[in-house]
């Protein structure tokens, strides 16, 4: 597949001197830094928009709260069965 090129017009200044800085620290070119911010945004936005949490596996995100939550929700639901 072939690489398509695009033009991007009227950068604010204050997001051209990000980039351009970003660049500079990392090593990379302003091209490569752009690319890597868009496709960081596309990933994200993907994750918005996945309906299986995957990408909650393994993130160790669940808190003491949720876990409680989920044991009290556990306790309801054998219950409801017993009756």
């Known amino acids: 597949m072939s690489n398509v090129q ?4 009227s950068v604010p200044k204050d997001v051209d001197m990000y980039l ?3 660049a500079r ?3 990379r070119s302003l091209n ?4 890597a911010y868009v ?5 994200r936005e993907a994750i918005k928009q ?3 949490f995957s990408w909650l596996i393994g993130s ?13 929700a556990k306790k309801y639901d ?6």
């Open 39 to 43: 496709e960081d945004a596309i990933k």
């Open 6 to 9: 695009y033009t991007i017009r």
């Open 20 to 22: 351009r800085r970003q």
């Open 60 to 72: 160790n995100t669940i808190d003491a709260a949720s876990l409680r939550a989920i044991k009290e």
């Open 78 to 83: 054998k219950q409801k069965q017993q009756s």
């Open 25 to 27: 620290l990392r090593g």
């Open 50 to 52: 996945d309906d299986d």
């Open 32 to 35: 490569n830094t752009v690319l």
